[in-house]
């Protein structure tokens, strides 16, 4: 497999996983803007997997629809941060995963859409930056919020971001295929993009007055197709119509 068929995987694999996982809150989130905001939200990141996952399928040349890639893979071939397949908790623990990939995602897509050599590449990540920048506003606003409302949303957002913390890690790991990336001018060096998360994201938790977790300790895997449990109950239930029916037309 090419290192960019890896990349535009890994991109469509992370926007798939927490789109579904953010959908889960659709008819169940606190408050009915919410609802809304959540549903729009996840809406954002399956359209964005459209458009990785079918640059994939039409790279690898074996005549993978995004459907396909989407639908029809087992959970080792999948290849997002095992930040996004976490079990979405409560409403706190939901809010500060998606600040916390969201800070990441936008600085990805803005350095793909103004450097990235690869043309498709590039085209893809200025469509999706518009999408990202709101959604990272957004999740900060509420982290933000929450952190700095009351002493019971204070705790809880502290206990979210202590919960998540070790998760972070993995997306600021390089490995062979992230270096030939970088060489050739596609994609940044994951270790480059972190001075630049972790002064977004602190200056918002400084905000927040949330304390920032001490452990340097990197859950990984994810990656490289290794998922914890999650990520198999997810594709159960988000893969069983199109396995279950792979003729049927909608």
């Known amino acids: ?23 889960e809150w659709c008819g169940h989130a ?14 954002d990141l399956i359209g964005q997997t459209q458009m990785w996952l079918g640059l994939a399928g039409e790279i690898e ?23 996004v ?13 998606q600040f916390l990939f969201d800070a990441w995602h ?11 050599t690869e043309g498709r590449v590039a085209e893809i990540a200025r469509k999706a930056e518009r999408e990202a920048a709101y959604h990272l506003e957004r999740s900060s606003d509420l982290v933000i919020r929450l952190g700095d409302g009351t002493d019971e949303s204070h705790r809880r957002m502290q206990d979210a971001l202590g919960h998540h913390w070790t998760y972070t890690g993995e997306m600021f790991v390089a490995d062979a295929v992230d270096d030939e990336l970088a060489e050739a001018g596609i994609a940044p060096d994951p270790a480059a993009m972190k001075p630049g998360w972790d002064a977004l ?25 290794q998922h914890t449990e999650h990520l198999g109950h997810i594709l ?15």
Request: aromatic share 8%; proline share 4%; hydrophobic share 45%.
């Open 201 to 225: 994201v602190g200056e918002v938790l400084a905000e927040a007055t949330l304390a920032i977790p001490e452990s340097d300790f990197v859950h990984k895997g994810g990656r490289k197709g």
């Open 236 to 250: 159960a239930a988000m893969q069983f119509l199109p396995r279950a029916y792979p003729d049927a037309s909608w």
């Open 61 to 83: 040349g074996e005549g993978r629809t995004a459907d396909d890639l989407a639908y029809r893979r087992d959970a080792f071939d999948f290849r997002n941060v095992l930040l």
């Open 30 to 43: 606190p408050v009915l803007e919410e609802d809304i905001a959540l549903a729009n939200t996840a809406l």
């Open 85 to 97: 397949e976490r079990p979405n908790g409560d409403f706190g623990q939901t809010l500060m995963r």
């Open 1 to 23: 497999m090419s290192a960019l068929v890896e990349f535009a995987l890994r991109m469509g694999d992370n926007t798939l996983i927490l789109g579904h996982r953010v959908s």
């Open 106 to 116: 936008h600085l990805m897509l803005k350095w793909l859409s103004e450097n990235s």
